[in-house]
């Protein structure tokens, strides 16, 4: 066997391999002799319902599909398989930032293949992007932009293997993850970082930070630093993003677990501590080796300290010196991404994903409505939490996240979410990715990226992970996209009706429920949706992480990739390839929609340059007639 080396993996591909998770037991063996005896297709029709769930919702789509011309300015793209970018005929794409490029005249001759000075190193513009945003602001136009997790095979000295040796090297990981804020223009030569822009902003692992909302100030929050629980260092392992309706940015404290580890072993916790570090995958080993050098990462030293992430954090890019908010009350978890919208009442309503295998879906509710020009501060705190449960016959309920449904408090119910979802039977689900919501149609979709332990064992709170409705499929290695209809059109309703927009798979390779639903083709094949947006006219654009081997059951899939659905007929088309190794993640607008910026995570080889490193980046993408692009 191929030995693994950790130092290559993603915090995620990390969390796979190490989470604690329950030994194969006779459930595991049942499930496996099922599966063999009846092959894969066995869970699916055993269910039925989720099939035809599927189908129903699909065939109608097909239909229209046949009458609808395409809403596709475009001829789709062929699958990909080399080291660069590819987009339609008629468009093209430029390099805005990269990985190392200077944000600051002080970091001018940074040297990212070389180290540089550490203190030079959160002058940059970050690794690894992930979610962002675009903001306009006096005619100035802003963009924040996530740095998810750095790749320290090639941040750290080549000898060491990807492990920090010392606390400087600690630092300049932490400086080079988290959020970068900067001011953009276009120019004749086309879109560039506006360099010393007073709006450009590097925050990192060791931004001071406020913690608000019901967990604020609680004992499990508390630690030698900070004795008031209130304001804690740093944001990490951003994932995707969000916007608030007042024009604030979101992003989201995803895998925050693997950042934590202990010098002692046979340290011992409190019993609600350890049950926490049990359902979030914190261990003694952590996945960077932070705590070697910082011991505010040292869980035997500061047990607290890991409760301090986990949660969404608002940023305001228009005010450079502002603290970032933690909002605790929108709930501890892996948290994907953030989308909001304005209920008809004028309430907030913040739909976010925990991407983890079997983990839930959740939905947070203000109780004031917002008011233009009013305050802001308590919407994401003052109000109520609930996780969805998806019934079998396509209705579906948001379970309030209450005292009395939980047996917590209001702040555990903060703290361990998974646990109050838990206790409440919320719908186990295939790793929830980024959540959008139509600006057209009352109605938002969650990319439901994969999950090989569908059906084969419980998550890590013990729930059991059978297949159902909007998760039909056991080992679910392609992904899918589910979409809900808030009752009434009013998406702080608690009922809603969902179906299947998308099932992926691979027609060339099964003939059974993993050739994907009707809308899938030999044209578009994909797998593992993760990133998501819905332009302005209502069209689905869908971001991969996937397999992209491109043989077997991931055949003509090619490399990671970005679609475009309409939601009225089905339809999906191929609209960019990435480099080989990439993931496509992270998508957002110009002001004037005439530019598409789009982020290309851990690219392999050495792109976009040619030599030297691979650095993530962000592309620029435009008509070539200069047309508006959603
Ligand atoms: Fe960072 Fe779930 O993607
Ligand atoms: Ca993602
Ligand atoms: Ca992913
Ligand atoms: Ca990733």
Not at 82 to 110: C, I, Q
Not at 175 to 190: L, R
Not at 488 to 497: E, I, L, S, Y
Request: aromatic share 8%.
């Amino acid at each position: 066997m191929t030995k693994i080396d950790p130092t290559e993996l993603s915090p995620d591909d990390w969390d796979e391999l190490n989470f604690p998770r329950p030994e194969e037991n006779e459930f595991d063996r049942v499930v496996e002799r099922a599966i063999s005896r009846r092959g894969f297709l066995g869970g699916v029709l055993a269910f039925g319902s989720g099939a035809a769930a599927m189908g129903a919702g699909l065939m109608s789509s097909t239909s229209a599909q046949a009458q609808n011309a395409s809403r596709f300015a475009f001829t789709p793209i062929a699958a990909q398989t080399d080291n660069t970018v590819h987009v339609p005929e008629g468009y093209n794409w430029k390099v805005l930032a990269r990985w190392g490029d200077p944000l600051f005249s002080d970091a001018d001759g940074y040297d990212i293949t070389g180290g540089g000075p550490v203190e030079k190193s959160d002058l940059i513009f970050g690794e690894n992007t992930d979610g962002m945003e675009t903001f306009g602001y006096n005619g100035r136009q802003l963009i924040a932009i996530n740095h998810e997790y750095p790749n320290r095979k090639i941040n750290l000295p080549k000898l060491r293997a990807g492990t920090p040796g010392s606390a400087d090297e600690v630092k300049k990981l932490q400086n080079i993850q988290g959020v970068t804020v900067m001011e953009i223009t276009e120019t004749p030569e086309g879109w560039a970082v506006v360099k010393d822009s007073p709006f450009n902003r590097r925050i990192h692992h060791n931004t001071p930070m406020k913690i608000v909302g019901p967990a604020a100030g609680h004992d499990l929050l508390k630690t030698e630093a900070d004795p008031t629980g209130t304001t804690s260092l740093g944001t990490m392992n951003n994932c995707g993003a969000g916007k608030t309706p007042w024009g604030t940015y979101l992003t989201c404290e995803e895998n925050f677990n693997g950042y934590f580890g202990s010098s002692d072993e046979t340290a011992s916790y409190d019993q609600k501590v350890a049950d926490g570090f049990g359902r979030y995958g914190v261990k003694a080993e952590s996945w960077n080796g932070y705590e070697l050098f910082d011991p505010r990462f040292d869980t035997s030293k500061h047990p607290n300290e890991p409760h301090r992430a986990g949660w969404i954090v608002e940023i305001d890019p228009t005010k450079p010196d502002s603290t970032p908010v933690k909002h605790t009350g929108l709930g501890r978890f892996k948290h994907e991404n953030a989308a909001a919208t304005v209920a008809p009442d004028g309430r907030v309503v913040v739909y976010m994903g925990d991407d983890e295998r079997g983990e839930f879906l959740y939905k947070f509710v203000s109780t004031n409505p917002y008011q233009p020009g009013g305050p802001t501060e308590g919407l994401l705190n003052d109000g109520q939490l609930y996780v969805a449960k998806f019934n079998d016959d396509q209705t579906g309920e948001w379970v309030a996240l209450t005292p009395d449904a939980t047996g917590m408090d209001a702040a555990e119910i903060a703290i361990f979410t998974r646990t109050a979802a838990s206790k409440v039977g919320a719908t186990t689900m295939d790793r929830p990715e980024w959540v959008a919501i139509s600006p057209v149609a009352a109605e938002a979709y969650c990319c439901l990226t994969n999950n090989k332990n569908r059906g084969v064992k419980p998550n890590a709170g013990g729930d059991d992970t059978s297949v159902n409705g909007p998760n039909p499929r056991e080992t679910n290695h392609y992904g899918q996209i589910v979409r809900w209809r808030p009752a009434n059109d009013d998406h702080a309703a608690d009922g809603f009706d969902w179906d299947l927009y998308v099932m992926a798979g691979n027609p060339t390779v099964h003939s059974d429920a993993y050739a994907g639903s009707p809308n899938v083709n030999e044209g578009n094949l994909f797998n593992s949706p993760d990133g998501m947006q819905i332009d302005t006219t209502g069209l689905v654009w869908i971001q991969t992480d996937g397999n992209d081997d491109n043989e077997g059951d991931f055949a003509g899939n090619g490399n990671n990739q970005m679609l475009v659905g309409d939601p009225v007929t089905g339809e999906i088309v191929r609209f960019l390839t990435g480099p080989s190794g990439s993931e496509v993640t992270g998508l957002t607008w110009s002001d004037d929609l005439r530019t598409m910026f789009v982020g290309i995570q851990h690219p392999g080889g050495t792109w976009p340059d040619g030599e030297g490193l691979p650095r993530s980046s962000i592309i620029a993408i435009k008509r070539d007639d200069n047309g508006i692009l959603g």
